[in-house]
């Protein structure tokens, strides 16, 4: 049991947690500034942050297992590989699923109640499925998954006050969808002569992998601009300390993309990873000092 749950987080990669999850909590702490802190509400938003992830990861697992099998970057991954059975996997995505929606009711049963959580997680799960699907008909597959995080800090603001000023989590989730679109534009550039090969839709495939860099590069661009847009709409965020911040995310960005290149895409997963969960988890602690300076 033990040995099956490890490879279970493994196949979700629960580590990757850190890109949508920090969105969400500084949206969240946004929102306590003008709503009474709750500990039923912090316990509901990283609730549905980790089923709803862990639901959106393993359907991917489940329908792209045939085309992972074929991809020597990814024949390695548990289902194709062997160490977990579609079976497994099935009732694991099954059992999230479920546990999203159930965690949504923290928020429904509170005082006073909220029951937007609730009539949204459908939605929701209906369209984090759907990324899954997309490679199979458009190149925009990294928009919708950009989309997929982008709801992180929405649905955060929504579960905490319902659907008012919604400005500043519309802005921050802007934020978010050109953050993602561009790192898994950079991420995609891996495969795609393999895409290009299996008929399969992206970025890299459709325009090569010059184009798709500096794609993601306007991409990058885009979510700066969004990010400096977002202090000037909150007051909340706007003092020295955040400000800096926005000013070292411009640096890291650009750190990004100068140690990836077409000629040489072996630091592809330093520039995905690394790089973009100090910029994800820094925004948070920073935004979290620039509030209660506040």
Request: one cysteine or more; hydrophobic letters at 55%; charged letters at 15%.
């Amino acid at each position: 049991m033990l040995a099956t749950s490890r490879k279970l987080l493994e196949l979700v990669r629960f580590s990757h947690t850190i890109f949508a999850l920090p969105f969400a909590l500084l949206s969240a702490a946004m929102a306590w500034k003008h709503e009474p802190f709750r500990w039923a509400d912090l316990i509901g938003v990283l609730a549905c942050m980790v089923f709803a992830r862990s639901f959106a990861m393993a359907f991917n697992r489940l329908v792209d297992r045939r085309i992972d099998a074929k991809n020597p970057r990814t024949a390695g991954r548990h289902l194709p590989a062997g160490l977990l059975t579609v079976t497994t996997v099935t009732l694991f995505t099954l059992a999230n699923a479920v546990a999203f929606v159930a965690a949504t009711l923290i928020f429904y049963f509170r005082e006073p109640s909220n029951p937007w959580p609730l009539y949204l997680s459908a939605p929701v799960l209906v369209f984090l499925a759907g990324y899954s699907l997309t490679k199979r008909f458009t190149s925009l597959a990294h928009v919708w998954l950009g989309v997929s995080l982008s709801l992180a800090p929405v649905a955060a603001w929504i579960a905490v006050r319902g659907l008012v000023e919604m400005e500043v989590p519309l802005l921050l989730g802007g934020v978010v969808l050109f953050w993602v679109t561009g790192f898994d534009i950079l991420y995609a550039c891996q495969d795609a002569t393999f895409d290009a090969s299996e008929k399969l839709h992206s970025i890299p495939a459709r325009f090569g992998v010059h184009r798709s860099l500096r794609i993601a590069s306007a991409c990058h661009a885009v979510m700066f601009v969004l990010l400096l847009a977002l202090v000037a709409v909150s007051s909340d965020l706007q003092g020295p300390i955040f400000l800096a911040a926005c000013g070292a995310v411009g640096v890291l960005l650009v750190y990004e993309h100068a140690i990836v290149s077409a000629e040489n895409l072996s630091r592809v997963n330093r520039a995905f990873f690394q790089v973009n969960a100090v910029i994800s988890l820094g925004l948070l602690a920073v935004g979290v000092a620039q509030l209660w300076v506040k």
